[in-house]
């Protein structure tokens, strides 16, 4: 167990729905990390948010927003689903704005 | 935006070493490797980082040589429960922000 919580573990939605991912960060951990892994992907970095403010911006599309709140949790925001959106979406924290990042157990997505 | 080339698979037998390469062709001065392990439907798990020269804990070691351009994770001993993909992830600083760059993944198949 990583310390990383993502809610929910499942998500089954229509095209053109909206949806709001959530995460909370290890205790201390500042840093929240949004990677998007489609079916036999590779990890793509989405965004990065430090204490919260925005700190690097991936390939997110513009579909996709994210937000960190005061208490630290992170929402990821994707809406005018696609099918190809279908993907597990990962959160990853840690303590400073560099370094080894924790990962949580994913939140897996299916636009039908 | 520079750009992490890994193996896309690699096979190997228990008890052998293994040593798998990421290159990282434009790498910044500022910048650190960290490599990373996943197991199917999980999220990613930190093994080890490095700035330069060895780096060494209790899983494994990771080289890097005085250019930086590449990077190579080494394995000692594997066992068949080390079969899962391995990410060279590159920090990368760019005009104030962390750009985060993973590479593709190297699937290892551990063979008794």
């Known amino acids: 167990d990583s310390g990383v919580t993502q809610t929910p573990k499942h998500l089954i939605t229509a095209t053109g729905q909206r949806v709001t991912l959530r995460c909370s960060p290890r205790?201390?951990?500042?840093?929240v990390y949004w990677y998007q892994q489609s079916l036999d992907q590779g990890l793509q970095f989405l965004i990065q948010y430090y204490n919260g403010e925005e700190r690097a911006k991936g390939n997110i599309l513009e579909r996709f927003s994210a937000q960190q709140f005061p208490d630290l949790h992170s929402e990821l925001n994707l809406s005018s689903l696609e099918l190809g959106d279908s993907a597990l979406y990962f959160c990853?924290?840690?303590?400073?704005?560099?370094?080894?990042?924790?990962f949580g157990p994913g939140t897996r997505l299916t636009v039908t | 935006l520079a750009k992490t080339t890994q193996p896309i698979s690699m096979d190997s037998y228990e008890g052998q070493e293994v040593n798998i390469t990421c290159s990282h062709n434009n790498i910044a001065t500022n910048d650190y490797i960290t490599w990373y392990q996943q197991f199917p439907s999980q999220g990613p798990r930190f093994i080890i980082q490095g700035y330069k020269t060895k780096v060494t804990n209790e899983v494994a070691s990771l080289f890097i040589p005085a250019d930086r351009k590449s990077s190579t994770l080494s394995l000692p001993r594997v066992s068949l429960s080390d079969t899962a993909v391995y990410y060279c992830?590159?920090?990368?600083?760019?005009?104030?922000?962390?750009?985060?760059?993973f590479g593709a993944g190297t699937r290892l198949a551990v063979h008794p």
């Open positions: 992830l590159v920090g990368l600083f760019s005009g104030g922000y962390n750009k985060l760059i």
């Open positions: 205790s201390g951990d500042l840093s």
């Open positions: 990853a924290s840690s303590v400073g704005h560099t370094g080894e990042q924790y």
